[in-house]
């Protein structure tokens, strides 16, 4: 099984539109709490795949970065936990890299800000008796060795540990062999090199992919909005988040899909929240998160990929919204001053 530990970022505050509700006398809700509670959707349970379990910690200290790529809480009562999409597209695609390379399953620790992961485990003596003759294969072994090594760690049960670190451009691998006489030391650093070289290779070749899948998940919006409608008065733009709708659990199939059209097509997958602002203020009037993953091809129109019927809803939401607010503030006329 192949785990996912995600961190998000620390020393940040959570908006007060997005903490639970204090304790405090009952009072009349603002016009913004109501537009808030008639735009964010319920939350569901999180979701554990077959062969992958994301582990996303939301913490009171979360803050969404401000501009695209944001972070949603869907609020029912407490706050629930979400599935982040680049954190468990990056897994997949380790567990891809790693089942091709005849590599056994190992744990992947993945930040959510794309700036580290780490892989560690231990590979049986079976599982390195096996991965021999493909490091041979690939060039980190000389073919004529592979029999002896085969022989050396089933006959003393060798175990190896792994611990793999890549962040930016730098990876670092460490092997450690558990079981090899004292005397076989020269084949006992002969075949930890190997690991490590091996290990390097799929390293660099994840975090290449791993960085695409970043940016094509919402990370080269961060501050930006995929599009804008500007009217006379009010602006519908939307915005790429960083987590799953609480609706959508994908399966294997779907995720080595989103995967095929990220890197080979050039495709983005997005989550994303329409929103409307009003010009004077850029005061945020409504919001509608869409419920499903939107698979972006490039150069496709919005037209393509964008419901109108979650169009119709978010406008929906406005207009209750601004009907709210001027009947609030129709109390002000100076007719009754």
């Not at 939307?238 to 994908?250: D, F, G, H, I």
């Not at 005061?283 to 419920?291: A, D």
């Not at 037209?303 to 609030?328: F, K, Q, Y």
């Given at each position: ?9 620390k020393?940040r ?31 569901h349970d ?8 994301p582990?996303?910690?939301a ?5 969404p ?33 790693l089942?091709?390379?005849s ?22 003596p ?9 490091l ?13 090594l ?30 090899v ?12 090199l ?33 599009f804008e ?6 602006i ?17 199939m ?49 037209r ?9 809803t ?16 129709s ?7």
């Amino acid at each position: 099984m192949l785990v996912i530990s995600c961190h998000r970022l620390k020393g940040r505050t959570v908006p007060a539109k997005f903490k639970p509700p204090a304790a405090a006398p009952v009072r009349t809700p603002s016009p913004w709490s109501v537009a808030c509670a008639a735009a964010l959707h319920p939350g569901h349970d999180f979701y554990l795949m077959a062969r992958c379990l994301p582990s996303l910690m939301a913490g009171d200290n979360d803050q969404p970065p401000k501009g695209g790529r944001q972070k949603k809480f869907f609020d029912k009562g407490k706050k629930e936990k979400a599935m982040d999409l680049y954190t468990l597209l990056t897994a997949t695609r380790g567990l891809q890299i790693l089942q091709k390379n005849s590599w056994p399953a190992l744990t992947l620790n993945i930040a959510e800000n794309g700036c580290q992961m780490t892989m560690t485990g231990k590979i049986s003596p079976e599982g390195l008796v096996s991965l021999l003759p493909q490091l041979a294969e690939r060039g980190h072994l000389a073919k004529g060795a592979v029999t002896g090594l085969e022989l050396l760690c089933g006959k003393n049960a060798v175990e190896a540990t792994i611990w793999a670190q890549a962040s930016g451009r730098t990876v670092n691998v460490d092997v450690s062999l558990n079981g090899v006489p004292q005397e076989q030391t020269l084949c006992q650093d002969y075949l930890k090199l190997a690991l490590q070289d091996d290990l390097w290779v799929l390293c660099s070749d994840l975090w290449r992919d791993a960085e695409k899948i970043l940016l094509q998940t919402g990370a080269r919006y961060d501050g930006a909005h995929i599009f804008e409608r500007e009217s006379q008065n009010f602006i519908v733009a939307a915005e790429a988040l960083s987590e799953l709708p609480p609706t959508v659990k994908p399966g294997e199939m779907l995720l080595q899909a989103w995967l095929a059209e990220i890197l080979q097509h050039g495709s983005e997958v997005l989550a994303i929240c329409l929103v409307v602002y009003r010009d004077y203020g850029m005061l945020r009037i409504s919001e509608f998160c869409m419920p499903e993953v939107c698979v972006i091809r490039p150069n496709s129109p919005v037209r393509h990929w964008l419901n109108r019927e979650h169009v119709s809803t978010l406008t929906g939401i406005a207009r209750r919204n601004i009907a709210i607010e001027r009947e609030i503030t129709s109390s002000f006329e100076k007719t009754k001053l």
